[in-house]
């Protein structure tokens, strides 16, 4: 076995009888799916009419014969067809006899279901600050902080959902620069004009994107009133249309034949109204010229970068189903029959939301992270992303400071199928200024699939061999959303909390570890993958090494990182 550790023999044959019978449900690429919704940030939602569902497990290692884990990133692929982390193999047989210590992990997001029953004795617990006294007992400059900090709202309780995206604040700038007939220097006149070609060309995009999901929900609708003026048809699905088609009445067959025929590029009805709500929210709110929560919710001085005390204390904001989602990875409470297994026992969850559906204010991020840093966050995940970053030198100044105190800063790599190394997102590892070398404890992560095939790198996955530092699973997660419910995402939003999850797992039975080893053993002690060639993101018809697809070749394995540190 390559990772030098042993298990019974009677173990091995179970896990083995249990791989065989995994290999029969083999999924396809996530993107070549008619149920994929994208979304802006670091996730895609599956909208797959047979949803994962959760289950109890008696026996975690061995489930596979009875049902699909929606939690398969904790599974071995060393003794499954599985490609996880091996989180359940750690737990069952690796750890060490020391007692393990609370490791603190910010979650900066959406906001945090801190009530889901599966999260709710996961919690980092600000013990310095009496709840809800109106007062801030610790004298950290945040009133009544207990789980966390919301930098998206104010001190009346109101938050911001929906705010607009950075390319339609930067355009703004820029408009309101030629309104004042204000000198701009020719770099920054190049920048300029490279923000409305993509302003104006997304709006662009998005507007006849709209146009014709309308035309085709119209169609749609049309042939379902063809259909209910003579049957009352229940089921208007591909597969529930097809009793129709060899009905008597003509018009209803023909009707029905229609519908099946636009399926075939819509999919269905939800799937229409998917698309029909995720343009008009594009237009309505991220790209709109007018609209400005932050000004009428926040009410914070956004041109004083340095500024901190705004926001709330309500860490779960309007909805929080992405950072739910992302706790739910990292520290869902193990063995509790509910739900999923979280990767790390030992795990206390700070929720600090700051992503809105919009794009991140840089101001946030920066505060963000040093709330985080000041408050013993050891480990800081990010699972969001944007194309620009108009005050970067603030964000890289909160950056290194997490890095002196040691923070390990996990971040998604993204997912518009592109090379990082040609095209950066933000925030990123590198300073804007040169002279500044890049954070040392930071790690970009991509997100790989179920199966060691060519689709093992997920098709929306970033990748980068010179900046995306190891992949992770990312491909039809479960995990848990806000009311005590779960659900399946994918996106790089998910494989960033497995590295967090598997390092706070570490970290918790190794606390004499520094960050920058860590991050080491994280990369070095990847699952690589010498033979395997993969679909290329960004040119699907492709083949490359799986090894050219970031810095460390490799998925990352928690059984080999706990073989290592056991040998060592």
Same mark, same amino acid.
């Given at each position: 076995?390559?990772?030098?550790?042993?298990?019974?023999?009677?173990?091995?044959?179970?896990?083995?009888?249990?791989?065989?019978?995994?290999?029969?449900?083999?999924?396809?690429?996530?993107?070549?799916?008619?149920?994929?919704?994208?979304?802006?940030?670091?996730?895609?939602?599956?909208?797959?009419?047979?949803?994962?569902?959760p289950?109890?497990?008696?026996m975690?290692?061995?489930?596979?014969?009875?049902?699909?884990?929606?939690?398969?990133?904790?599974?071995?692929?060393n003794?499954?067809?599985?490609?996880?982390?091996?989180a359940d193999?750690?737990?069952?047989?690796m750890?060490?006899?020391?007692?393990?210590?609370?490791?603190?992990?910010?979650?900066?997001d959406?906001?945090?279901d801190?009530?889901?029953?599966?999260?709710?004795?996961?919690?980092?617990?600000?013990?310095?600050?009496?709840?809800?006294?109106?007062?801030?007992?610790?004298?950290?400059?945040?009133?009544?902080?207990?789980?966390?900090?919301?930098?998206?709202?104010?001190? =009346?309780?109101?938050?911001?959902?929906h705010?607009?995206? #950075? *390319?339609?604040?930067?355009? %703004?700038?820029?408009?309101? !620069?030629? /309104?004042?007939?204000?000198?701009?220097?020719?770099?920054?006149?190049?920048?300029?004009?490279?923000?409305?070609?993509d302003?104006?060309?997304?709006?662009?995009?998005?507007?006849?994107?709209?146009?014709?999901?309308?035309?085709?929900?119209?169609?749609?609708n049309?042939?379902?009133?063809?259909?209910l003026?003579?049957v009352?048809?229940?089921?208007?699905?591909?597969?529930? =249309?097809?009793?129709?088609?060899?009905?008597?009445?003509? #018009? *209803?067959?023909?009707?029905? %034949?229609?519908?099946?025929? !636009?399926? /075939?590029?819509?999919?269905?009805f939800?799937?229409?109204?998917?698309?029909?709500?995720?343009?008009?929210e594009?237009?309505d709110?991220h790209?709109?010229?007018?609209?400005?929560?932050?000004?009428?919710?926040?009410?914070?001085?956004?041109?004083?970068?340095?500024?901190?005390?705004?926001?709330n204390?309500?860490?779960?904001?309007?909805?929080?189903?992405?950072?739910?989602?992302v706790?739910?990875?990292?520290?869902a409470?193990?063995?509790?029959?509910?739900?999923?297994?979280?990767?790390?026992?030992?795990?206390?969850?700070?929720?600090v939301?700051?992503?809105?559906?919009?794009?991140?204010?840089?101001?946030?991020?920066?505060?963000?992270?040093?709330?985080?840093?000041?408050?013993?966050?050891?480990?800081?995940?990010?699972?969001f992303?944007?194309?620009y970053?108009?005050?970067?030198?603030?964000?890289?100044?909160?950056?290194?400071?997490?890095?002196?105190k040691?923070?390990?800063?996990?971040?998604?790599?993204?997912?518009s199928?592109?090379?990082?190394?040609?095209k950066?997102?933000?925030?990123?590892?590198y300073?804007?200024?040169?002279?500044?070398?890049?954070?040392?404890?930071w790690?970009?992560?991509?997100?790989?699939?179920?199966?060691?095939?060519?689709?093992?790198?997920?098709?929306?996955?970033?990748?980068?061999?010179?900046?995306?530092?190891?992949?992770?699973?990312?491909?039809?997660?479960?995990?848990s959303?806000?009311?005590?419910t779960?659900?399946?995402?994918?996106?790089?939003?998910?494989?960033?909390?497995?590295v967090?999850?598997?390092?706070?797992?570490?970290?918790?039975?190794?606390?004499?570890?520094?960050?920058q080893?860590?991050?080491?053993?994280?990369?070095?002690?990847?699952?690589?993958?010498?033979?395997?060639?993969?679909?290329?993101?960004s040119?699907?018809?492709e083949?490359?090494?799986?090894?050219t697809?970031?810095?460390?070749?490799?998925?990352?394995?928690?059984?080999?990182?706990?073989?290592?540190?056991?040998?060592?």
């Amino acid at each position: 076995m390559k990772n030098g550790y042993k298990l019974s023999a009677l173990a091995i044959a179970i896990m083995v009888s249990s791989s065989v019978s995994a290999n029969v449900n083999i999924e396809p690429d996530p993107m070549n799916s008619p149920f994929i919704k994208d979304v802006k940030g670091n996730i895609i939602e599956d909208y797959s009419p047979q949803p994962i569902e959760p289950a109890i497990f008696s026996m975690r290692m061995f489930s596979e014969v009875a049902v699909e884990r929606g939690d398969w990133f904790n599974m071995s692929a060393n003794y499954s067809s599985f490609q996880g982390v091996g989180a359940d193999i750690v737990y069952d047989f690796m750890l060490p006899p020391r007692k393990p210590q609370p490791i603190i992990v910010a979650v900066l997001d959406s906001g945090v279901d801190i009530d889901h029953e599966d999260l709710k004795n996961k919690l980092w617990v600000n013990e310095d600050e009496i709840p809800n006294n109106g007062i801030d007992d610790d004298n950290n400059g945040y009133i009544d902080d207990v789980h966390g900090w919301n930098f998206l709202g104010n001190s =009346l309780g109101v938050n911001v959902d929906h705010d607009t995206v #950075e *390319v339609t604040r930067e355009y %703004k700038k820029y408009l309101a !620069l030629k /309104e004042n007939n204000d000198w701009i220097s020719p770099e920054k006149l190049k920048y300029y004009q490279g923000v409305e070609a993509d302003y104006l060309e997304n709006v662009e995009r998005y507007t006849s994107a709209l146009e014709k999901v309308t035309e085709a929900t119209e169609e749609a609708n049309d042939y379902k009133e063809q259909i209910l003026d003579v049957v009352d048809h229940k089921d208007f699905t591909v597969e529930g =249309l097809q009793s129709l088609l060899g009905h008597p009445n003509s #018009e *209803v067959a023909e009707a029905a %034949k229609g519908l099946i025929s !636009l399926f /075939e590029s819509w999919y269905s009805f939800d799937y229409l109204a998917s698309r029909t709500n995720s343009y008009k929210e594009s237009l309505d709110y991220h790209y709109n010229l007018d609209f400005d929560p932050r000004r009428d919710v926040v009410m914070d001085d956004i041109n004083n970068p340095w500024e901190k005390g705004y926001g709330n204390n309500d860490v779960k904001g309007p909805v929080g189903a992405h950072g739910t989602h992302v706790a739910g990875i990292i520290a869902a409470e193990r063995g509790n029959g509910l739900g999923i297994d979280g990767m790390a026992n030992h795990a206390q969850i700070m929720a600090v939301r700051m992503v809105p559906n919009g794009d991140e204010r840089d101001k946030d991020i920066a505060n963000a992270v040093r709330y985080a840093v000041d408050n013993g966050a050891k480990i800081i995940n990010m699972s969001f992303g944007k194309n620009y970053s108009p005050r970067k030198s603030v964000v890289d100044h909160a950056f290194r400071y997490a890095a002196r105190k040691g923070v390990l800063i996990v971040h998604s790599a993204g997912n518009s199928k592109t090379d990082n190394d040609i095209k950066p997102s933000f925030p990123n590892r590198y300073a804007k200024h040169n002279w500044s070398r890049p954070i040392s404890t930071w790690l970009d992560v991509g997100a790989s699939g179920k199966y060691a095939d060519d689709a093992m790198v997920a098709s929306f996955s970033n990748f980068g061999q010179e900046t995306v530092d190891v992949f992770a699973p990312g491909y039809r997660v479960l995990s848990s959303t806000p009311g005590n419910t779960y659900a399946a995402y994918s996106g790089t939003s998910m494989a960033a909390p497995v590295v967090s999850g598997v390092a706070a797992l570490v970290w918790s039975h190794y606390p004499d570890l520094t960050a920058q080893e860590l991050k080491q053993l994280l990369m070095t002690q990847s699952r690589t993958y010498p033979e395997l060639l993969v679909k290329k993101p960004s040119s699907p018809t492709e083949l490359v090494p799986f090894s050219t697809l970031s810095i460390s070749g490799g998925i990352v394995d928690a059984e080999a990182i706990f073989a290592k540190l056991e040998n060592r």
